[in-house]
T-cell receptor
Framework: NAGVIQTPRHKVTGKGQEATLWCEPI?????VFWYRQTIVQGLEFLTY????????DSGMPKERFSAQMPNQSHSTLKIQSTQPQDSAVYLC???????????????FGEGTRLSVL | QQKVQQSPESLIVPEGGMASLNCTSS?????YFWWYRQHSGKSPKMLM?????GEKEEGRFTVHLNKASLHTSLHIRDSQPSDSALYLC??????????????FGQGTSLSVVP
């Protein structure tokens, strides 16, 4: 099992450009979470899918951020018109549902480091 | 808005010593607490979880939970330099047969010195 796979590992964009980040959850996991991490803000929740349906996007900046999960094998986080303050490590995690046999902890991928110049 | 507070912000312990980390949630609806460890440049890795009052031990790591006060603590005995990392506490609820989002604290930075 390869774990949660995130691509690319590093992305550099110019201010105003678009960035698309990809996440492949662990096979069989029903929940996918997106977080971002900075030194100042720590680990911030962005959005969450369960069985591909959006459940909670309360952490998403409304105007420029969007996330999709078109099938059970991948999710994308898109940031339009990137700004320097968007620079962070974006982390994707997936988990089993409570009651499913196995480790139910949300397991993180290695993240995508986004740098907006 | 749900908050998870961790203390201390940073901690230095001698090799072989005991490290004690604290975490409290402000949301009375939380059901689960999670402890993650994050080494520098790496992603968080789950260490332990707890949802029942009391204590849970796995090797050198012990977690306590007091559901009445929504306080959990992580204790690391015989601390090793490899335990030096950022320790993150998170809280979540169970709703509609699934976990809610995890809300993380700011973390405790642990340094184990030889």
């Amino acid at each position: 099992n390869a774990g949660v796979i995130q691509t690319p590992r590093h992305k550099v964009t110019g201010k105003g450009q678009e960035a698309t980040l990809w996440c492949e959850p662990i096979s069989g996991h029903s929940a996918v979470f997106w977080y971002r991490q900075t030194i100042v803000q720590g680990l911030e929740f962005l959005t969450y899918f369960r069985n591909q349906a959006p459940i909670d996007d309360s952490g998403m900046p409304k105007e420029r951020f969007s996330a999709q999960m078109p099938n059970q094998s991948h999710s994308t986080l898109k940031i339009q018109s990137t700004q320097p303050q968007d620079s962070a490590v974006y982390l994707c995690a997936s988990s089993l549902a409570p009651g499913q046999v196995g480790n139910q902890a949300p397991l993180f991928g290695e993240g995508t480091r986004l740098s907006v110049l | 808005q749900q908050k998870v507070q961790q203390s201390p912000e940073s901690l230095i312990v001698p090799e072989g010593g005991m490290a004690s980390l604290n975490c409290t949630s402000s949301d009375r609806n939380v059901d689960y607490f999670w402890w993650y460890r994050q080494h520098s440049g790496k992603s968080p890795k789950m260490l332990m979880s707890i949802f029942s009052n009391g204590e849970k031990e796995e090797g050198r790591f012990t977690v306590h939970l007091n559901k009445a006060s929504l306080h959990t603590s992580l204790h690391i005995r015989d601390s090793q330099p490899s335990d030096s990392a950022l320790y993150l506490c998170a809280a979540s609820m169970i709703a509609s047969s699934s976990f809610s989002k995890l809300v993380f604290g700011q973390g405790t930075s642990l340094s184990v010195v030889p």
